[in-house]
Nanobody, 123 residues
Framework: VQLQAYGGGLVQAGDSLRLSCTNS????????MTWFRQAPGKEREFVAA????????YYADSVKDRFNISRDNAQNTAYLQMTSVKPEDTAVYYC?????????????????WGQGTQVTVSS
């Protein structure tokens, strides 16, 4: 499993942005795909997760009415559609993957990580 996150950039508050995470490595198995983020000086925090077939999703309270996670298994890609972004969404966004749906919001449970993509929201 080799994850690459991309799509970050500089946007204004209220704008929309879509992040992508592509798995270019071994694609077998049932991978949960998850987005985390880390702002300067803060711990990495959970954003959203989607199970292997897209049938289940889970969001952090801070984003659940604004962000949408989805996946296209034919493209080996997961997406994070961000809408109504706020300055507090500014962070490096990381995608991660693991083989189970348990404890999806726990960074320590993840086996695979992408390199991160910077999202900056100006006010």
């Amino acid at each position: 499993v080799q994850l690459q996150a991309y799509g970050g950039g500089l946007v204004q508050a209220g704008d929309s942005l879509r992040l992508s995470c592509t798995n270019s490595g071994r694609t077998g198995g049932r991978l949960t795909m998850t987005w985390f983020r880390q702002a300067p000086g803060k711990e990495r925090e959970f954003v959203a997760a989607i199970n292997y077939n897209g049938g289940a999703t889970y969001y952090a309270d801070s984003v659940k009415d604004r962000f949408n996670i989805s996946r296209d298994n034919a493209q080996n890609t997961a997406y994070l559609q961000m809408t109504s972004v706020k300055p507090e969404d500014t962070a490096v966004y990381y995608c991660a993957a693991k083989g189970t749906w348990w404890s999806v919001n726990n960074t320590a449970k993840y086996d695979y990580w992408g390199q991160g993509t910077q999202v900056t929201v100006s006010s």
